[in-house]
């Protein structure tokens, strides 16, 4: 603390070695499109924005901006904390990002339309046919379905991290029921009342439209005219972990949530029970996982699901936002290959790099892996959430060795990775009272219709809250921040 | 609108009403203690009774328990295996919201959720233990709260009507309950006043009993307390005071409760906004008796009132209620039913109210 005068929050702030920070360089000066918000902060102290946080968690809990603990019928819900001092990404900086998302978007859309068509890619050897037709995601049965409205990935979130030169690379596709983005409007809503004029001053592009721009996504997608559509959202109800953002997009865009129980299927076309008698069903935001969709479709044992519902679809009386069969886009496996879709189909250069990937299925990949456990991290194809996944250079030598039998044993489940120093931002550290850097990645949200894709500005920045964590999964123990991305470039 | 959602709304409401009431009633009976020369006894141990929980409590806790007022608000406050229990009520009601938070708006669902989480924490407690009229006020307050968000945030629309209707079916039966929890004095209040010859043993219209001028008096005044506290009971007193000026007797505030066509919690208002609000979502179906449906009932229920008005014998009070209460459980089952809406398929029907505990 100097002497008469109080501490400031981002007193003594050092980034780490070795590591991009979003709102200081190396040399820990403020970037210079941080400056604006920095100078928001300037009269605050630890205390005072303790005090803050604190208010900021008490409103989430409050609001019921929650998820739910699956171990717990009785309904346990937790906040997924917020850290309100925000990310920052210049406007230069996004436009990149935006281009980017929006090539890799368009080369997955025709990746997918290929694998479920001709299957010109894998004839041609550009992506070995086996990892694709062999895996579980991949749907034989709707070879040569186009889905009624043309388009399989209406809603995408691209997972990026920020490596140590400064780079957005792309880490994960998320193609199927991608989730967050309630926690990107709400917490925006949150950083709005606690820095009012900071919001202001940064020329921060606005988030709060997402839901309008999904609702008109979704019924460009109708197999009948917008004005007759009926458009609900469906959930497996309340004790799903994100029931809280089926809940919140439903009445965003003022649709109807309904569950499985509540639709039926006859004569190809889905209708719901209603007080007045069943009524038609046009276009399905699914935030349902293929499998449980449809029991006659996937799995007859199965009671869950609306019987019928993929025959509606195949006779194009229905759409479902995301298309069924995806998950062989988003592959961790397939992941390595995007590039190369990128070239394939586009003829482009992609614009954002991505992470140098191992596949265990190939034997030079897999040698290479087993040799070197200890300083990759391993990821197991098929599991998200941060489950699954070794983190060599932080596993004890009984871990590496137990996971060694496993990619052993089914190499096909498993890729890897070096670990990338993840960027980190300023970030509040409750037990320590002060602003410490942690690591984080970006989730941005990318809604495509016929002919053109649009790229919410902003997305979902999540924190791994524990000091020198990686792990930023709300279900291991991680957080969120609001994500400004900047109008134009603001420099003083 | 969608059937399930549409259950969810009537339960909502139901619940809702359910916590306000209970809320109400423990805190009108709290201050009969203060007011009345009544056994404590019987201040507590009729509203264990109508809450239909009796033999439960007794089998748990023994019959003289039900004279405690600690134990019996403590149980009808927090008790966790109370099916309507203020803690119950309102943990089911944030459950239904919860299925129905894309109806609700945001105003009304955050009161309901911070109802619900100010109910589990230990502020809640404290003020129950410390300042137990101040607890009823608030979780009074946060329903009325709701029902009035409901009301000015909400599209007036079929989900509110259902969300009404179940306020009014419960309002049917908590208005009921209360009425019956006293009828044995009511009954006896009668045949005295009649023995004085202060009323006559033929049906009258509303008598007023001048409590002060009769020589009835020392016992009336006890037993004014007794019917203030009925009103107060559900939010009557003023509004009774104002139709009949002060004049306050067990025949007068037993047709006000029953009867009344302004009071928003007698029998007869209540039935006439659920047969209103049973129109505007089915509307232009026939109250046709031979139908059997809930349009039907009400119908037929509001007319038995109807009659029972201009010959209203306060000794059958009991009977009356029991009548009512029957009927109107019965409405809520055909409401139930046809919530499911117009069969059309052999698909299989929908299961409407799983989640419901009573």
């Keep these: ?492 | 609108m969608i059937s399930r959602v549409a259950d969810h709304c009537l339960w909502f409401g139901r619940y809702l009403d359910r916590a306000e009431s209970t809320a109400r009633l423990l805190q009108a009976t709290r201050s009969l203690v203060f007011d009345a020369d009544i056994p404590v006894t019987q201040c507590w141990q009729p509203l264990v009774i109508v809450s239909g929980q009796y033999p439960s409590f007794v089998s748990e806790r023994g019959a003289e328990t039900a004279g405690n007022g600690e134990e019996v608000q403590r149980y009808m406050t927090w008790d966790a295996d109370n099916t309507v229990s203020l803690a119950r009520s309102v943990f089911a009601a944030r459950e239904s919201a919860k299925v129905i938070r894309e109806v609700l708006s945001l105003e009304t669902w955050e009161e309901v959720n911070e109802l619900h989480l100010w109910l589990g924490s230990s502020d809640a407690q404290a003020l129950y233990n410390e300042n137990r009229e101040q607890f009823y006020r608030r979780v009074r307050k946060a329903t009325q709260l709701v029902l009035g968000l409901v009301r000015s945030t909400m599209l007036h629309d079929t989900p509110m009507s259902f969300l009404w209707l179940g306020v009014m079916l419960e309002r049917c039966g908590q208005t009921a309950r209360i009425l019956d929890m006293h009828h044995h004095t009511m009954a006896r209040e009668e045949s005295r006043l009649i023995a004085m010859g202060t009323l006559e043993g033929s049906p009258t219209p509303p008598a007023i009993v001048r409590a002060g001028q009769s020589p009835a008096a020392p016992h009336a005044i006890v037993e004014v307390a007794l019917w203030l506290s009925l009103l107060r009971a559900c939010s009557g007193q003023e509004a009774f005071l104002k139709k009949h000026q002060g004049r306050v007797s067990a025949r007068a505030v037993m047709s006000f409760l029953l009867f009344d066509r302004q009071f928003p919690r007698s029998l007869r208002y209540c039935l006439a906004s659920v047969r209103k609000l049973l129109d505007d979502i089915w509307p232009g179906r026939p109250p046709d008796a031979a139908l059997n449906g809930p349009t039907a009932r009400v119908e037929a229920l509001g007319a038995w009132l109807d009659r029972r008005a201009r010959v209203f014998a306060p000794d059958e009070i009991h009977q009356l209620l029991t009548h009512v209460v029957d009927e109107t459980a019965l409405v809520c089952a055909g409401v139930g039913k046809d919530i499911a809406g117009p069969a059309r398929t052999e698909a299989p029907a929908q299961k409407a109210s799983s989640a419901q505990i009573q």
């Design chain 1, 1 to 492: 603390m100097r002497s008469g005068d109080h501490a400031r929050l981002f007193d003594g702030y050092a980034p780490l070695s070795g590591t991009y920070d979003e709102l200081f360089d190396a040399e820990g000066r403020p970037r210079p499109h941080v400056l604006r918000l920095l100078r928001n902060f300037d009269s605050l102290t630890p205390e005072g924005f303790a005090q803050r946080q604190q208010l900021a968690e008490l409103s989430l809990y409050s609001q019921g901006v929650t998820f739910s603990v699956y171990s717990d019928k009785r309904g346990t819900e937790k906040i997924f904390p917020i850290c309100t001092v925000p990310r920052v990404i210049s406007a230069m900086d996004w436009s990149r990002v935006e281009r980017g998302l929006v090539q890799r978007i368009t080369a997955l859309c025709t990746f997918l339309d290929d694998i479920y068509g001709e299957q010109r890619i894998l004839a041609e050897g550009v992506v070995p046919a086996d990892l694709v037709l062999g895996a579980k995601t991949f749907l034989p049965k709707l070879r040569w379905l186009r889905p009624p409205g043309g388009v399989r990935i209406p809603i995408a979130g691209i997972d990026l991290i920020r490596s140590p030169d400064g780079l957005f690379r792309v880490l994960e596709d998320n193609v199927r029921t991608p989730s967050g983005v309630s926690y990107v409007v709400e917490n925006r809503l949150t950083t709005k009342r606690l820095l009012p004029s900071a919001v202001d001053d940064s020329a921060v592009r606005p988030v709060e439209q997402y839901p309008l721009h999904l609702a008109d996504t979704l019924r460009a997608l109708s197999p009948v005219d917008a004005t007759e559509t009926r458009m609900v959202v469906l959930t497996p109800g309340p004790y799903n972990s994100a029931y809280f953002e089926h809940t919140f997009l439903a009445r965003t865009m003022g649709l109807e949530l309904v569950e499985p129980s509540d639709l039926f299927v006859e004569d190809d076309t889905v209708f719901v029970r209603t007080t007045n008698g069943p009524e038609r069903v046009h276009v399905i935001y699914r935030r349902i996982d293929d499998a449980y969709l449809d029991p006659e479709f996937f799995r007859p044992d199965s009671l869950l699901g609306v019987p019928g519902l993929m025959k509606a679809y195949a006779a194009g009386r229905v759409a479902l936002v995301n298309a069924p069969g995806n998950g062989c886009a988003d592959d961790k496996a397939v992941y390595p290959f995007v590039p190369d879709m990128i070239k394939y189909y586009l003829g482009e250069d992609p614009v954002l790099p991505q992470v140098d990937t191992y596949v265990c299925a190939r034997p030079n990949d897999l040698s290479y892996v087993l040799e070197n456990l200890p300083r990759l991290v391993v990821k197991a194809v098929d599991e998200a959430g941060g489950y699954g996944m070794l983190m060599g250079p932080q596993a004890t030598a009984e871990e590496c060795a137990e996971f060694r039998k496993r990619v052993e044993a089914e190499p096909r489940r498993y890729i890897a990775q070096h670990r990338i120093e993840l960027s980190t931002c300023p970030t509040w550290d409750r037990a320590g009272g002060k602003v410490a850097p942690r690591r984080v990645d970006l989730r941005p949200f990318v809604l495509t219709r016929p002919g053109s894709s649009w790229v919410l500005p902003g997305g979902l920045t999540r924190v791994a809250l524990v000091e020198g964590s990686y792990v930023v999964n709300s279900s291991q123990g991680g957080g969120s921040k609001d994500t400004w991305v900047q109008k134009e470039d603001v420099t003083s």
